[in-house]
């Protein structure tokens, strides 16, 4: 099949086409200013950051993975997670950090499970993820050391805590459980 180009169609119909350049033009511009976007500096609560801006979303495909997981207390498993995982739409062109980069992420979660035969679970997962650190294509070294890590999800579990005790205060103060006396 070929292309044809804007001046075989006027040639052939013998009028201007309007338009189709600029939208091109326009099209490619839109590309760059959101690769141009995701690469600027953004501040939030104080911090600079790069990359998407807060409040962006992205939506992923989980290929079939494998959890593989072992009972270390009555209450406690370890558990390990390997798969791949694919963009529900495409990248904009241009945007994102280059193939190879990776990441290192600390992951807190609800993760609730219905048996619903002798071999099958529904499960979902509801949390939050916090990125630790990020290896840039080509470097040999993490942008966090160890003892950097593990500081930060020091602080990250030491904010939790303060959250929900904050949050068990107000339950209290919004509903008071009434005092019960005993007499003998």
């Known amino acids: 099949m070929r292309a044809i180009t804007c001046n075989e169609i006027e040639k052939k119909i013998g009028k201007k086409i309007m338009g189709l350049e600029s939208i091109q033009k326009k099209d490619n511009e839109i590309r760059q200013n959101i690769s141009k ?29 494998e959890w593989r997981e072992k009972k270390t207390a009555p209450d406690k498993w370890e558990f390990t997670y390997a798969t791949n995982k694919r963009r529900a739409w495409n990248a904009p062109e241009g945007s994102g950090v280059p193939i190879g980069t990776e990441y290192h992420w ?66 209290v103060a919004e509903n008071p459980t009434p005092t019960v006396y005993h007499c003998a």
């Open 106 to 171: 600390y992951i807190l979660a609800h993760q609730n499970v219905r048996k619903l035969d002798a071999n099958t679970y529904t499960t979902s997962m509801t949390g939050f993820k916090y990125k630790l650190a990020h290896k840039r294509v080509g470097k040999e070294r993490w942008s966090s050391t160890e003892d950097a890590k593990r500081e930060r999800i020091i602080q990250i579990l030491e904010e939790l805590i303060a959250q929900l005790k904050r949050e068990m205060v107000k339950e």
């Open 37 to 65: 976007g995701y690469n600027e500096y953004k501040e939030f609560e104080g911090r600079k950051y790069t990359g998407m801006k807060v409040g962006g979303t992205h939506q992923w495909y989980y290929e079939r993975g």
